[in-house]
């Protein structure tokens, strides 16, 4: 089955505590991306690829570092959590075709609190 | 991206069709419509795209105005499990797939 994972799915931790929250994907998307959603700001992008080793900035990347040595692996990380990234995270990946990007398809989210 | 404008709320009774509106009126020509869905906190759902032509696919119909200004999301027997948010995108097909959700529609099925 063609899908998007990420882990953990629910995460509670501290202020500080450096933490990693991993995405897969199983169809050998070139493209992947990191969002954010929080309540009345609708999903804001973080990060995104376009293909291993290749990173850029999204909209809101302060405070978030990626990685993208496999195409399959897209982790975020977080060095030093602050309570104003308490959010629901989202990863998501898309393929191309011959006239541009596919369809995103998108994990099942990480809700992530900082205390 | 050009900007949507959608109902912010819906109802629809089961088994009937659902009607979802959406008005982008100042797209341009190259830019596609896209339909997603997001039920509850799950991850957003690809429903359906479209540039001018009408589409179908096993989820959906989706029809555009001649003018291109607007757009309707059909759902054509309405589940409960079709309950959840629908956004409306109006966006580029090359580029950065940076999808801007607005608000959505929030659309609940009627036993």
């Known amino acids: 089955e063609a899908q998007v994972t990420q882990n953990p799915r629910y995460l509670i931790t501290v202020t500080g505590k450096k933490l990693t929250v991993t995405c897969s994907q199983n169809m050998n998307h070139e493209y992947m991306s990191w969002y954010r959603q929080d309540p009345g700001l609708g999903l804001r992008q973080i990060y995104y690829?376009?293909?291993?080793?290749?990173?850029d900035k999204g909209d809101v990347p302060e405070g978030y570092k990626v990685s993208r040595k496999e195409k399959r692996n897209f982790p975020l990380i977080l060095e030093s959590p602050s309570p104003n990234q308490t959010s629901l995270y989202f990863c998501?990946?898309?393929?191309?075709?011959?006239?541009?990007?596919?369809?995103?398809?998108f994990g099942p989210g990480t809700r992530l609190t900082v205390l | 991206d050009a900007k949507t404008t959608q109902p912010t709320s819906m109802d629809c009774a089961e088994g009937r069709a659902a009607n979802l509106p959406c008005n982008h009126s100042?797209?341009?020509?190259?830019?596609?419509v896209y339909w997603y869905r997001q039920i509850h906190s799950q991850g957003p759902q690809y429903i359906i795209h479209g540039l001018k032509n009408n589409e179908t696919n096993e989820m959906a119909s989706l029809i555009i105005t001649e003018d291109r200004k607007s757009s309707t999301l059909i759902l054509p027997h309405a589940t409960l499990r079709d309950t959840a948010v629908y956004y409306c995108?109006?966006?580029?097909?090359?580029?950065?797939?940076?999808?801007?959700f607005g608000t959505g529609t929030r659309l609940t099925i009627i036993p």
């Open positions: 690829s376009m293909n291993v080793e290749v990173t």
């Open positions: 995108i109006v966006r580029f097909y090359f580029g950065n797939e940076k999808l801007t």
């Open positions: 998501a990946s898309n393929g191309f075709s011959e006239i541009g990007l596919t369809e995103q398809f």
């Open positions: 100042t797209i341009s020509g190259n830019e596609y």
